[in-house]
């Protein structure tokens, strides 16, 4: 039995945790990109994305379509040229950044993108509850109560540990027949919504200005592709380098894009018509309100079903993300320690908290500036032509190529806290109009006001990457991708 077959094979547990893929247990195609975020895409609870550009973007439905098509297939052609570097350097994406900040600079990308992937799956996870509890209700009458909850908490999180737990092969497996499976069970869904859509207003809609198309691409990229834009590469790891990057290119887009554009234009629809469906502290039970009864457990099936897709994939990446900050432990213990830390999440937002989403989803917006700051940083390092040794990659010590300067690699941390700054003034994180916690000094600008601090702060962090640091080799010091001025100023 070959080594690929023993370490990364469907049913099995993987037992590889961050350490670089060697070249002989490389395997798969291009394809399989299409299917991940195929999977990761195809929640109905897309639909409110399509739904605001309607109710708080100004936009019509045709405007709203261009956003989509330019928003989600854009987005997700970053995450997978980002991805290129897994397949380059075959380890996740948090551990190739060690190369690029240093061994210690690169403690604070990662943390912060630990948080914001257990925030995310405790959103997926309590969403994903409330379905499972609808479900039960619409099934069976049963009521709501505390022990049920708990229940419908664990029966998500067992299934996320089922399918994460095991591994890259099983979820590469998983989502190839989950995208099929859940993709056909949601067009019924969407064929049925689409009957509720009341034509007239949509045609009737008028245009929205061009700000708003710019800011509604940004909301949507922002919403989609720039959360996954920091995994991409824990699952191009395992492709061999022949893999043309082209097509890894390609396939992340139309597998994120395909489903996206539908969700989101079908979205715009619905709203055209009501625009509640935007405002709806529970998008789950709004969109079940537009169907006819008989279709409600169908629908919540789905519902359940693609949460499930992609809470796998994230609970996946923050095992991996867990490790690369030190966690000794073997992989499906990081996304064991994961999924308790999720379900104490749930318990806590679905039984002891007021409130959940509003608070929550304003800590997470505030965490997308930090990760756009990286991203920027990355993508610059990677257009350079980075080469990984592997060997330095999982070296923390001082004798590690990538130790730099005390651990840490000046321009591209001295890049990410300068896209910070930048990023946070133009921000503005709020639950409502009075309950507002935090806005920088620039956040009543055009790009604050349309959310577009994450963006500054990508801008930023490539620009001042580029003006600082020089081209990167293998085995770089310091010293010899510094720029002059930052030798200096050290």
């Keep these: 039995m070959t080594a690929s077959k023993t370490n990364d094979?469907?049913?099995?547990?993987?037992?590889?945790?961050?350490?670089?893929?060697?070249?002989?247990?490389?395997?798969?195609?291009?394809?399989?990109?299409?299917?991940?975020?195929?999977?990761?895409?195809?929640?109905?609870l897309g639909l409110p994305l399509g739904a605001t550009l309607i109710a708080f973007r100004g936009l019509n439905v045709w405007q709203a379509v261009l956003v989509a098509i330019v928003g989600a297939f854009g987005s997700f052609a970053l995450v997978g040229a980002l991805s290129l570097a897994g397949k380059k350097g075959g380890a996740p994406a948090l551990t190739l950044s060690r190369s690029v900040f240093g061994q210690r600079g690169n403690a604070g990308p990662t943390l912060i993108?630990?948080?914001s992937r257990i925030g995310w799956e405790t959103i997926s996870t309590t969403t994903a509850a409330y379905a499972l509890l609808a479900l039960l209700n619409t099934a069976f009458g049963v009521g709501q109560?505390?022990?049920?909850?708990?229940?419908?908490?664990?029966?998500?999180?067992?299934?996320?540990?089922?399918?994460?737990?095991?591994?890259?092969?099983?979820?590469?497996?998983?989502?190839?027949?989950?995208?099929?499976?859940?993709?056909?069970l949601n067009l019924v869904v969407m064929g049925f919504l689409v009957a509720t859509v009341d034509w007239a207003k949509v045609l009737d809609t008028p245009a929205g200005p061009v700000s708003g198309v710019i800011a509604g691409i940004g909301f949507i990229a922002a919403g989609t592709g720039i959360g996954w834009a920091n995994a991409g590469a824990d699952y191009a790891r395992y492709l061999p380098r022949t893999v043309p990057g082209r097509r890894l290119i390609t396939a992340s887009a139309f597998g994120a894009g395909i489903p996206?554009?539908?969700?989101?234009?079908?979205?715009?629809?619905?709203?055209?018509?009501?625009?509640?469906?935007?405002?709806?502290?529970?998008?789950?039970?709004a969109i079940n309100a537009m169907l006819p009864s008989w279709m409600a457990i169908p629908y919540l099936i789905a519902a359940f079903g693609g949460?499930?897709?992609?809470?796998?994939?994230?609970?996946?990446?923050?095992?991996?993300?867990?490790?690369?900050?030190?966690?000794?432990?073997?992989r499906a213990a990081a996304v064991t320690l994961d999924v308790v830390l999720m379900f104490a999440g749930g318990i806590y937002f679905m039984l002891i908290a007021d409130d959940f989403y509003g608070p929550f989803s304003t800590f997470l917006t505030l965490l997308a500036v930090p990760i756009s700051a990286w991203i920027g940083v990355i993508a610059v390092d990677s257009l350079r032509g980075r080469a990984y040794d592997s060997q330095a990659l999982?070296?923390?010590?001082?004798?590690?190529?990538?130790?730099?300067?005390?651990?840490?690699?000046?321009?591209?941390?001295?890049?990410?806290?300068?896209?910070?700054?930048?990023?946070?003034?133009?921000?503005?994180?709020s639950t409502s109009d009075t309950d507002v916690?935090?806005?920088?000094?620039?956040?009543d600008t055009w790009p604050g006001e349309n959310g577009l601090g994450w963006a500054i702060s990508m801008i930023v962090g490539a620009v001042v990457y580029t003006l600082l640091g020089r081209r990167p080799g293998a085995g770089d010091s310091d010293d010899a991708t510094v720029s002059p001025a930052l030798q200096e100023a050290r």
């Design 394 to 429: 999982m070296d923390t010590t001082r004798t590690s190529r990538y130790w730099y300067s005390g651990g840490f690699r000046l321009p591209a941390v001295v890049g990410w806290a300068a896209a910070i700054v930048a990023g946070l003034l133009f921000t503005r994180a």
């Design 145 to 184: 109560n505390t022990v049920l909850t708990v229940v419908c908490l664990l029966v998500f999180i067992i299934c996320t540990l089922l399918i994460s737990g095991l591994g890259h092969a099983t979820i590469m497996w998983i989502n190839k027949w989950a995208t099929v499976v859940f993709g056909l």
């Design 9 to 44: 094979r469907v049913g099995t547990i993987e037992t590889r945790g961050i350490e670089p893929v060697p070249d002989g247990e490389r395997h798969g195609r291009a394809s399989q990109m299409f299917w991940t975020w195929f999977a990761a895409n195809i929640s109905i």
């Design 260 to 285: 996206l554009v539908l969700l989101i234009s079908l979205g715009s629809l619905l709203s055209a018509g009501d625009t509640s469906l935007a405002t709806a502290s529970d998008p789950v039970a």
């Design 113 to 115: 993108s630990w948080l």
């Design 307 to 330: 949460l499930l897709m992609s809470n796998h994939l994230s609970t996946y990446s923050a095992g991996l993300t867990m490790i690369t900050l030190g966690l000794r432990v073997p």
């Design 437 to 443: 916690w935090f806005a920088g000094p620039l956040s």
